[in-house]
């Protein structure tokens, strides 16, 4: 078998992915899929190599594309099950967790309960 046919390329919500025959169907193939179905939210990296998102500070660690992302601009993908895709150019370059102390839904939740008090009343 020659390793032209070894490799499927597919396309997933703009990303060329090629998924290796025997791996389709696979968790690979899966994640990708999900991407179609996640928050997408757009970051400006930090000269250190950071983001900063939902209260937290994300390092990007170097990968085969770039050695540093600094002041690119990154799309971060956020899943149900808190699992964090980050993209540079439709790319994944990252893929993280949500940290269980500071959750988007906890935050979504608190923000949605808190009052409002109209302009100009006075206590």
């Known amino acids: 078998m020659d390793k032209a046919s070894q490799f499927k390329t597919t396309r997933y919500g703009g990303l060329h992915v090629n998924v290796a025959v025997e791996q389709e169907g696979t ?3 899966r994640a990708l899929k999900e991407l179609n179905f996640c ?4 970051r400006e990296v930090n000269n250190d190599n950071t983001i900063r998102f939902n209260g937290e500070i994300i390092q990007l660690p170097p990968s085969k594309y770039k050695i540093s992302y600094a002041k690119c601009k990154v799309e971060v993908c956020l899943l149900e099950d808190d699992r964090i895709y980050i993209l540079y150019q439709n790319k994944v370059i990252h893929i993280t967790k949500m940290s269980k102390n500071k959750s988007h839904k906890e935050i979504e939740e608190f923000l949605s309960k808190r009052g409002y008090v109209p302009y100009g009343v006075k206590f």
């Open 39 to 42: 928050k997408k939210y757009e």
């Open 27 to 29: 968790h690979i193939d």
